[in-house]
């Protein structure tokens, strides 16, 4: 997830939109441990009606979509609006806006997996973190973000920041580059994008290679789909607001759905039409819901009203931290607790403490990173 600098005009109700979508992870990952050690041995039938009661307060994958989309239409508001920063003060910015704070919250899983790695569970998702001593290449790679590498060893969400980080350091020449382009184009050139990645990704997989970069190819096109929302915005606003509640309330429920559940839908198409990996067809039918959201939320007032609401936007103040540290609250409680207390009640602890430590995280840590990124972009 990419969160974004404060500017002049922020939207807050992106914010809070992008804390939803950060708890929808964390619940995500709930389920995924609770499928695979409380429900491992329950009937087929009783985990399929688990899935669908759950399914749409989990869409953990979905939400990374949403966070690519989001951080497109912000980042790229400066630009469109004449005031954009220079290449040096952006990446300066950037860099204290997300990486810092991921190196501390790196440091702190590293430490956690040094005192308390071991399987101690039957799920096999749980049972790829934290499972040995630690590797310190490993860590190298996960400082430096090269290579090819086990991401899910310390802290699996940050999976997403490899993307994140290569994106961000080109992202004033990608908006520069689709801002000459009419916006009908940029939406061509999304696309253009995917279809390489996709080609490319099956030749190699033919080859028995894989190449990493493959697939930051294709999460360049959902930033390219925000910029071209954000470009959009005002006309895409006024005619949502000329629509009646009724049929606004039509357009949500359209757009949810295609978030929620528009990849499960697409992927069996998918599969019936084509060998070729299915997700970057998948993903675009989630990018279009979460566009779709985006939309919604800065022209409805009653969605504003939700999202604006007092606690909804402190959750989305601090959703990247939220993102970074649930994981490492998560593996730790189980460690500590698991067979001592009911799983589900561990859970219900996770998500307390997770926001309190995350809050604290927030207001100590990424805060003061964020003040000195200003401050020392300022002297450039």
Known sequence: MIPTPAHRGRLAELDSLRGLAALSVVFGHFRTFWLQDAMLHASTSSRRVFLCLTYPFCAGAE?????????????????????AQSYPVFVVRRIFRIYFPYLVALSAAILCDALLHGHITQSEWFNQSWNEN????????????????????????????????????IFPLLCALVLKLKPAQSLAFAAALSCTALIVVNLFSLQGLFNPFIYTLHFIAFFVLGIYLARKRERISAALRQ????????????????????????????????????????????????????????????????????????????????????????????????????????????????????????????????????????KL
């Open 243 to 378: 629509l009646s509640k009724l049929k606004r309330a039509a357009c949500f429920i359209l757009a949810a759905l295609l978030y929620i559940y528009g990849g499960i839908f697409s992927d069996g198409v998918a599969r019936l039409l084509t060998s070729y990996n299915t997700v970057f067809i998948t993903e675009w039918m989630t990018a279009l819901g979460a566009a779709g959201l985006v939309a919604l939320s800065l022209s409805s007032r009653s969605i504003q009203r939700v999202l604006l609401w007092r606690p909804v936007h402190i959750l989305g103040e601090m959703s990247y931290s939220v993102y970074l540290l649930h994981l490492i609250v998560l593996f730790a409680l189980i460690h500590l607790l698991y067979g001592k207390l009911p799983v589900l009640l561990i859970d219900a602890l996770c998500l307390a403490i997770t926001l309190a430590v995350s809050w604290g995280f927030y207001r100590q840590i990424e805060i003061p990173l964020i003040t000195l990124g200003r401050r020392l972009s300022a």
């Open 63 to 83: 939400a990374v979509i949403l966070f690519f989309i989001l951080s497109g239409f912000v980042l790229s508001i400066p630009a469109i609006e004449s005031r």
């Open 134 to 169: 630690i590797d310190w290449r490993l860590v190298a790679q996960h400082v430096l973000f090269i290579g090819k590498y086990n991401t899910n060893q310390f802290d699996n969400p940050v999976w997403s920041l490899v993307h994140e980080m290569r994106i961000s350091l």
